[in-house]
DNA sequence: TCAAGTAGTTTGACCATCAAGCTAAATTAA
DNA sequence: TTAATTTAGCTTGATGGTCAAACTACTTGA
């Protein structure tokens, strides 16, 4: 079993490198962080009632609604009953915002070549496997 | 060459994984976000003038006084003046300061620890080796 | 010496967030 | 059925992080 320092070391700069990826990303396409994260998990997800959103984002659904009723005007988000529940609503795409969806994954897509520019193929199964096992082991 | 998409999608979970675990992190020790990574960066680097500083965290410095006047108040760090430029101030972690940060960094650790559990001494050899290229590389 | 550049602070304006209190609808108990 | 409870979402008030721009004090270089 190696040191696991340098791991510990690898990991935190990874996480920094995605993190400082993400900021410009979110400038470079002028919308917010908090917006970007909910036209993805809408885009990857699809239709979905405000609690469910707001629970996947971590945050209170009052904090969702603020944000929401921006995105609205901006056209990139859509409100909809829901079927058989009157008290839910469902959050979905609109058109424009499926476009800004596609971008910010076709720049994901890219950030994820560049990343593995350097490593070969036996490397990159690899490491699928373990990023698998730490994302559904703990 | 393997399909990167699946690799693209484990690197976002990854991500989101480490998001979220330096978010519960950040509400145990009652400090914030903001306030915890100023603390990793003196602990790493030692004593810093408030430009270097706010360029590692890619804040402006209004901002980051704001932020060390907070933390001033609270007693984990302290300002002293620079020996040759009286311009320039230098902020470091006071006692109280540094032992948050040890606290931080040992939490750090153990989810280190706690995601490689189920590797075995191979896989945590290419992940150290596949992350320090994606580190380096990019 | 003095003009230009640099380090840090202050101020005013946003935005994201939460907790608490609110309404409307659904569910459960009587 | 009616009443009480729970649930979904919204509103409000407060806090905190952020930036841009204006300001002060110091340094540097012509």
Same mark, same amino acid.
């Given at each position: 079993?190696?040191?696991? +320092?340098?791991?510990?070391?690898?990991?935190?700069?990874?996480?920094?490198?995605?993190?400082?990826?993400? +900021?410009?990303?979110?400038?470079?396409?002028?919308?917010?962080?908090?917006?970007? +994260?909910?036209?993805?998990?809408?885009?990857?997800?699809?239709?979905?009632?405000?609690?469910?959103?707001?629970?996947?984002?971590?945050?209170?659904?009052?904090?969702?609604?603020?944000?929401?009723?921006?995105?609205?005007?901006?056209?990139?988000?859509?409100?909809?009953?829901?079927?058989?529940?009157?008290?839910?609503?469902?959050?979905?795409?609109?058109?424009?915002?499926?476009?800004?969806?596609?971008?910010?994954?076709?720049?994901?897509?890219?950030?994820?070549?560049?990343?593995?520019?350097?490593?070969?193929?036996?490397?990159?199964?690899?490491?699928?496997?373990?990023?698998?096992?730490?994302? +559904?082991?703990?």
């Amino acid at each position: 079993m190696p040191d696991l +320092h340098q791991l510990n070391h690898a990991i935190i700069e990874f996480y920094e490198k995605l993190s400082s990826w993400e +900021h410009s990303v979110v400038k470079e396409i002028g919308v917010s962080l908090s917006q970007v +994260h909910t036209i993805e998990l809408l885009g990857i997800h699809g239709a979905m009632r405000m609690k469910e959103l707001a629970e996947k984002m971590a945050i209170t659904t009052g904090t969702l609604t603020v944000q929401v009723d921006k995105m609205v005007a901006a056209e990139l988000v859509r409100r909809r009953p829901h079927e058989s529940d009157r008290r839910s609503i469902l959050v979905e795409l609109t058109p424009k915002g499926e476009v800004m969806y596609q971008q910010h994954d076709a720049l994901h897509h890219q950030l994820t070549v560049d990343l593995c520019a350097n490593l070969d193929g036996d490397e990159q199964r690899l490491l699928l496997r373990c990023l698998s096992k730490m994302n +559904h082991e703990f």
